[in-house]
């Protein structure tokens, strides 16, 4: 029996576990594009945190577990948290509407949900003394940028059944561990306990079983990171082996014994190749498809037409969109109707407009929603689902046909890059500032939103200020 006992020599790190240790530790991110992509990325992310706040459903996530724990400061309210549970509420209030920014390769996922860690992180350090600046929150947001999308651009945890928060933990372990101190080799320690800490699955974000678990999956990501980050800081030491190792490591159990693949070394690509999420609050694959819906039911007003006028949609769409968002059938929830191509495009085409709001059941209620879902056929055009990877374009198109009930069929409207793309930065950057201030007029007077605006809009003065002095300004009295 003794041939077949395991060796008890540990081998040295896998090699996934050094290059994102090393990237963490020792890359000097010098590109200007990042750095200014990062601030808008950081603008709108913390604007998106605050709209989720008008929800509810979310805003009863929040605040502490435990009455009477004091430190760092959640946007929009006035909570006092432990970092762990910071990052909870602050990845949670990000992720809650669907509207953070995205990247889109074999895996899907939004990068900025990393910000729940790294700022509740660097907030409570900041007050602890330590001289972070948003420069360093910048920083950290490109990096776990980076290390997320760079795992995403070739390897499909969804096809396996994960939930992309797996790389927001990761992300997240690695980028927190340089904020706290940890060296090389206790950085690798963490974010191997990332990969062996248990992943969550898409159950939650596919029917019958969506719900809201999709919206606060991000937070819990962020806060397992912190958590781990701390534990090493402690002196838990890690597995070296926690991809590789035979039977037990995370390329047999949940890989299908695939070994990661990378298309490119770590920088600052993903930062700068970012979509934001600027016209409507809707699940990515669907932006495009959603800004032709508009630009269709202006067309029918146009032509003294409405919505009852039309008889039946085509919607070709990505490969992407026709497995995760093409839904038929009753729709249970807001967390259903975010996910669902068929309602972001009837809704628009019924209404003119597509907000937060449209997903609440009050305004599902309509029966013409679900009567024109029925008329909506997708199917996929594979130039789309191969532009989609392409890294020279990672478009998302969608191209809407319309026939009338008397026969007509309108020009089909096609969108291949929404504006949040790099492609219509310029185009976008002015909307997306707007979208920032819609978002923080609900929670602020005239005077706290002036300060705000003009402290994020001074790209030269914003990276200098102490991170304790930018999350003040969202401190709710």
């Not at 999308?149 to 499909?156: D, H, K």
């Not at 060296?183 to 963490?190: K, S």
């Not at 298309?263 to 959603?290: C, D, G, R, W």
């Not at 006028?309 to 093409?326: G, H, V, Y």
Request: with cysteine; proline share 5%; glycine share 6%.
């Amino acid at each position: 029996m003794s041939s077949h006992a395991e060796s008890a020599v540990r081998p040295e790190p896998d090699q996934v576990l050094q290059d994102i240790a090393d990237y963490v530790h020792n890359f000097k991110i010098d590109s200007e594009l990042a750095f200014e992509t990062a601030r808008l990325c950081l603008i709108d992310t913390i604007g998106c945190g605050l709209e989720g706040l008008r929800f509810e459903a979310c805003a009863r996530l929040l605040g502490p577990v435990v009455e009477g724990t004091v430190v760092p400061n959640v946007p929009g309210t006035n909570y006092q948290l432990d970092p762990i549970r910071g990052a909870f509420n602050i990845g949670t209030q990000i992720r809650w509407l669907d509207f953070n920014d995205c990247f889109l390769a074999a895996e899907w996922g939004h990068p900025s949900d990393n910000l729940g860690a790294i700022l509740a992180v660097a907030d409570h350090l900041s007050r602890q003394g330590q001289p972070l600046t948003v420069h360093d929150i910048l920083e950290g947001m490109i990096k776990a940028h980076e290390i997320q999308g760079g795992l995403a651009l070739l390897n499909s945890f969804n096809r396996v059944g994960l939930d992309h928060v797996v790389l927001v933990k990761v992300a997240s372990t690695a980028v927190v561990s340089k904020l706290l101190g940890l060296d090389r080799a206790q950085t690798i320690d963490a974010i191997s306990q990332a990969w062996v800490d248990g992943q969550s699955l898409r159950t939650y974000r596919h029917a019958p079983n969506t719900g809201s678990r999709k919206s606060w999956a991000a937070g819990d990501a962020c806060s397992r990171a912190v958590n781990l980050a701390y534990l090493v800081k402690k002196g838990e030491r890690g597995m070296p082996s926690v991809l590789t190792a035979k039977t037990w490591g995370f390329y047999d159990v949940l890989f299908k014994s695939r070994p990661f693949e990378f298309q490119m070394p770590y920088s600052s690509y993903i930062m700068e190749n970012v979509l934001f999420k600027i016209s409507y609050p809707a699940e990515f694959h669907a932006q495009t498809a959603v800004e032709a819906a508009h630009i269709i039911h202006a067309k029918l007003k146009d032509l003294g037409k409405t919505s009852d006028d039309i008889k039946s949609i085509r919607i070709r769409t990505q490969e992407a969109a026709m497995r995760i968002i093409n839904k038929k059938g009753p729709l249970d929830n807001f967390a259903d109707r975010d996910h669902d191509i068929n309602y972001m495009v009837a809704f628009p085409l019924i209404f003119g407009e597509l907000t937060s709001e449209s997903y609440t059941d009050k305004a599902a209620a309509d029966p013409r929603i679900d009567a024109l879902r029925a008329k909506i056929t997708c199917v996929e055009e594979k130039s789309y689902s191969v532009d989609y990877h392409e890294p020279s374009k990672r478009s998302i198109s969608n191209a809407l046909l319309v026939e009338l009930n008397d026969g007509t069929v309108l020009d089909e409207v096609e969108v291949q890059y929404p504006v949040g793309h790099k492609r219509r930065r310029q185009e976008g950057t002015p909307l997306l500032l707007a979208k920032f201030k819609k978002h923080i007029a609900p929670h602020f007077d005239g005077a706290r939103q002036k300060k705000i605006l003009d402290t994020v809009n001074d790209a030269k003065s914003l990276p200098k200020l102490p991170v304790s002095q930018f999350t003040d300004l969202f401190v709710k009295a």
